[in-house]
């Protein structure tokens, strides 16, 4: 009853908050003589904290309607491309001039970990100048009704393939964090196959490819506990009225609350502070940490057997490294990987992935060629900044754009002057 508990507290709350905002509004009315004091600023900020820590966060916009590209600014429109119950596909169509040539195909897998794909935004943003980018849009489970079926680990592997036939070929997949497993599940199975879809480079960012190495806190969670434990405490039916009405999921709080437990002390700063900028009337700041929050508050269910059958085979059993992992039937063999290219990317202070865990993926993909392959490890980032921020923009993106680019097999590789980071 956890989860009804919960949604009976956020609607009990709601006239709370409803009132709240009003008298915010109130106290911030440049005609009410109390809002150019110390003590309206304040209560404004007090109110306007209270309501924004009470509220439920609803999936936000990417909100790229344009970029740059080869300095002009272009155009740039959503479309959903491919549809199945449990996710779409985002193509950030940009306007380009006819006759351009063309730039490298991308499918970027975002993490079903919580998160909405915005969360991808900035990863986004940065490589739109240069790629034809599409971007998995991940659906709240709660949304989905119990008659559209179960989604797993296995059925997400499954996607990653079709979408990369859907996209056809010459395209470079990137898995960043938690898709890191199944994207390159898919490549080792499209490969041993020989099928000639299989795309021409994949990138692994701060991914968990084998979880012994550095184990960090999250890891280590994983393997005290038998699955039983999370099945037992974690997993809950989705309540009434929601479309997913008794679908069990892994709620979207739970794990939010998770990641903020690791690092309370941050967000309780932050909010402070956030305090103090309202009272200051610091609107720049106050709007950053608005712009953060309002991403990283909005969260989504994952499906039971999704989230159950990832802790068991990546993090407690450890199937892909060791070579055991299966998908129907079939064993997953990252050897058979021959004709793409691998990039893993790691950031320096990852307290989720640890250092190494993704560079993994270089020691199983034993028959990749030593000309189609690089590991970078970008220094001072934790795991937010190895696909967001400003190191990323400037330090790790061009490094994906240059490496996609050479290992194309219809584009000529662009020579690019990157500084800065360590690669191997």
């Given at each position: 009853?956890?989860?009804?508990?919960?949604?009976?507290?956020?609607?009990?709350?709601?006239?709370?908050?409803?009132?709240?905002?009003?008298?915010?509004?109130?106290?911030?009315?440049?005609?009410?003589?109390?809002?150019?004091?110390?003590?309206?600023?304040?209560?404004?900020?007090?109110?306007?904290?209270?309501?924004?820590?009470?509220?439920?966060?609803?999936?936000?916009?990417?909100?790229?309607?344009?970029?740059?590209?080869?300095?002009?600014?272009?155009?740039?429109?959503?479309?959903?491309?491919?549809?199945?119950?449990?996710?779409?596909?985002?193509?950030?169509?940009?306007?380009?001039?006819?006759?351009?040539?063309?730039?490298?195909?991308?499918?970027?897998?975002?993490?079903?970990?919580?998160?909405?794909?915005?969360?991808?935004?900035?990863?986004?943003?940065?490589?739109?100048?240069?790629?034809?980018?599409?971007?998995?849009?991940?659906?709240?489970?709660?949304?989905?009704?119990?008659?559209?079926?179960?989604?797993?680990?296995?059925?997400?592997?499954?996607?990653?393939?079709?979408?990369?036939?859907?996209?056809?070929?010459?395209?470079?997949?990137?898995?960043?964090?938690?898709?890191?497993?199944?994207?390159?599940?898919?490549?080792?199975?499209?490969?041993?196959?020989?099928?000639?879809?299989?795309?021409?480079?994949?990138?692994?960012?701060?991914?968990?490819?084998?979880?012994?190495?550095?184990?960090?806190?999250?890891?280590?969670?994983?393997?005290?506990?038998?699955?039983?434990?999370?099945?037992?405490?974690?997993?809950?039916?989705?309540?009434?009225?929601?479309?997913?009405?008794?679908?069990?999921?892994?709620?979207?709080?739970?794990?939010?609350?998770?990641?903020?437990?690791?690092?309370?002390?941050?967000?309780?700063?932050?909010?402070?502070?956030?305090?103090?900028?309202?009272?200051?009337?610091?609107?720049?700041?106050?709007?950053?940490?608005?712009?953060?929050?309002?991403?990283?508050?909005?969260?989504?269910?994952?499906?039971?057997?999704?989230?159950?059958?990832?802790?068991?085979?990546?993090?407690?059993?450890?199937?892909?490294?060791?070579?055991?992992?299966?998908?129907?039937?079939?064993?997953?063999?990252?050897?058979?990987?021959?004709?793409?290219?691998?990039?893993?990317?790691?950031?320096?202070?990852?307290?989720?992935?640890?250092?190494?865990?993704?560079?993994?993926?270089?020691?199983i993909c034993t028959n990749i060629p030593e000309h189609m392959r690089m590991?970078?490890?970008?220094?001072?980032?934790?795991?937010?900044?190895?696909?967001?921020?400003?190191?990323?923009?400037?330090?790790?993106?061009?490094?994906?754009?240059?490496?996609?680019?050479?290992?194309?097999?219809?584009?000529?590789?662009?020579?690019?002057?990157?500084?800065?980071?360590?690669?191997?």
């Amino acid at each position: 009853m956890f989860y009804q508990l919960y949604e009976m507290n956020h609607a009990m709350m709601a006239p709370w908050r409803t009132a709240a905002d009003a008298m915010r509004l109130a106290f911030s009315n440049p005609m009410n003589p109390v809002s150019h004091t110390y003590f309206g600023r304040a209560a404004a900020a007090g109110l306007e904290v209270f309501e924004r820590a009470t509220r439920r966060y609803g999936k936000p916009e990417f909100g790229l309607a344009e970029t740059v590209v080869d300095g002009q600014p272009v155009p740039v429109k959503e479309k959903i491309v491919w549809r199945a119950p449990f996710c779409n596909l985002i193509h950030f169509a940009r306007s380009l001039p006819k006759g351009r040539a063309a730039d490298p195909k991308v499918l970027v897998v975002a993490p079903m970990s919580g998160h909405y794909a915005t969360l991808l935004r900035g990863t986004v943003e940065a490589l739109l100048p240069h790629s034809d980018i599409y971007i998995t849009d991940w659906i709240d489970a709660r949304m989905v009704p119990l008659s559209e079926g179960t989604f797993d680990l296995d059925d997400y592997i499954d996607y990653v393939i079709q979408m990369l036939h859907h996209l056809g070929p010459d395209t470079h997949v990137i898995g960043v964090c938690q898709p890191a497993v199944p994207v390159l599940a898919a490549v080792s199975l499209m490969e041993a196959e020989g099928d000639p879809l299989a795309p021409s480079s994949m990138t692994l960012m701060g991914g968990p490819i084998d979880t012994r190495i550095n184990p960090t806190a999250v890891n280590q969670l994983a393997e005290q506990r038998p699955i039983e434990w999370f099945r037992d405490n974690v997993i809950m039916p989705v309540p009434w009225p929601q479309p997913g009405f008794m679908r069990m999921v892994y709620p979207g709080f739970l794990q939010l609350s998770g990641f903020m437990s690791m690092n309370l002390d941050r967000h309780l700063i932050a909010h402070k502070e956030f305090f103090a900028h309202l009272v200051k009337n610091d609107g720049d700041a106050a709007d950053k940490h608005r712009d953060f929050y309002d991403e990283y508050l909005a969260v989504m269910d994952l499906t039971a057997e999704f989230y159950l059958q990832t802790v068991q085979v990546v993090f407690v059993q450890h199937a892909l490294p060791k070579g055991e992992m299966m998908h129907r039937g079939k064993r997953v063999d990252p050897s058979a990987i021959r004709r793409v290219a691998l990039l893993t990317v790691e950031g320096e202070n990852d307290d989720i992935s640890g250092v190494g865990q993704t560079k993994a993926a270089q020691t199983i993909c034993t028959n990749i060629p030593e000309h189609m392959r690089m590991h970078y490890m970008q220094p001072d980032v934790g795991h937010y900044g190895v696909f967001n921020g400003s190191r990323f923009r400037r330090e790790i993106a061009p490094r994906i754009v240059a490496f996609q680019r050479e290992h194309s097999r219809h584009l000529k590789p662009v020579k690019q002057i990157i500084k800065g980071g360590k690669s191997a």
